[in-house]
């Protein structure tokens, strides 16, 4: 069993072969320590997931990684830098881009409009819904490839509201594509599916990841066994154990913390 990235690991970590590093992670809510003293390093081009049993700090961790919340101690680094003190906007505008457990779309716009607003964003003009149909048409070709790459390019007339709960997944990581997105993390992207959707977003998952960096949070232990490279396993805010999913899943304290785990 390969072991946890230890504190002293981390600087070396700081290199071309890490795209995103966290070290020393720690969040304390009052006087309780969500996340302590976490050490992760996401080597470039790889997929990374992150889990653990209820309660274990996943969804802290997490949100510190994408700059959601920030850290009581500790620093995070995208391509050697230190973005610890960044705002989620201008950490996105570096390359690193999250998407949600809920989808985050516009339900009452078409599936094309949605990746659109996405390029909008990208294209530094964002949020201009004054803007007429022609002055943002040269955006259409570009929203259609995006929308061709996660296989729902068919249904870009279709307000999203209408789409299954696979396509809503779908479109939303055609929107985060449209921040051309180096550094790519994932919250739960088969929460809520049905046994039908998940293998098409795995292979989806797998299919924009090349080139890039992805790192999820993730419950479907299936998944994760026929999708990531490496598994760091969280438990009561810590780093647990490190390695491959043959390593992780064969260790005797990831099987007695997943038996025993206790409700967020």
């Known amino acids: 069993m390969e072991a946890a990235v230890p ?3 981390v600087a070396s970590a700081i290199d071309q072969d890490y ?7 720690t969040k304390v809510f009052g006087g309780f320590a969500a996340v302590k003293d976490v050490n992760l390093a996401v080597r470039r081009g790889s997929i990374h997931a992150l889990i653990g049993p209820n309660g274990a700090g996943k969804t802290t961790c997490f949100n510190l990684l994408t700059k959601t919340l920030s850290p009581t101690k500790g620093r995070i680094l995208l391509n050697g830098v230190d973005i610890s003190r960044l705002r989620t906007a201008e950490v996105a505008r570096r390359g690193l881009v999250r998407s949600f457990q809920i989808s985050a779309i516009f339900p009452n716009l ?36 995006l929308l061709e790459q996660v296989g729902i390019v068919e249904s870009r007339g279709t307000t999203a509201a209408e789409l299954s709960y696979g396509k809503k997944r779908a479109l939303e990581i055609a929107t985060t594509l449209a921040l051309e997105p ?26 924009v990841a090349v080139g890039r960096t992805v790192l999820l949070v993730e419950h479907n232990l299936s998944v994760v066994s026929n999708l990531c490279d490496r598994i760091t396993v969280l438990q009561h805010g ?27």
């Not at 795209?19 to 992670?25: I, M, N, Q, S, T």
């Not at 996405?118 to 201009?128: E, N, P, R, V």
């Not at 390695?243 to 409700?263: I, K, L, P």
């Open 7 to 9: 504190a002293g690991a």
């Open 19 to 25: 795209a995103l590093v966290g070290e020393g992670l």
């Open 110 to 145: 078409t599936v094309l409009e949605n990746v659109r607003v996405a390029l909008q964003a990208s294209y530094g003009t964002g949020y201009h819904f004054w803007r007429s149909l022609r002055a943002v048409a040269p955006l259409n070709r570009r929203a259609e490839e």
């Open 182 to 207: 180096e550094v790519m993390l994932l919250d739960e992207p088969t929460a809520g599916m049905g046994h039908e959707d998940v293998e098409p977003i795995t292979e989806l998952i797998r299919k």
């Open 238 to 264: 810590e780093v647990l154990a490190e390695g491959t999913y043959e390593q992780v899943s064969n260790d005797e304290r990831v099987v007695e913390a997943y038996m025993g785990g206790v409700d967020e």
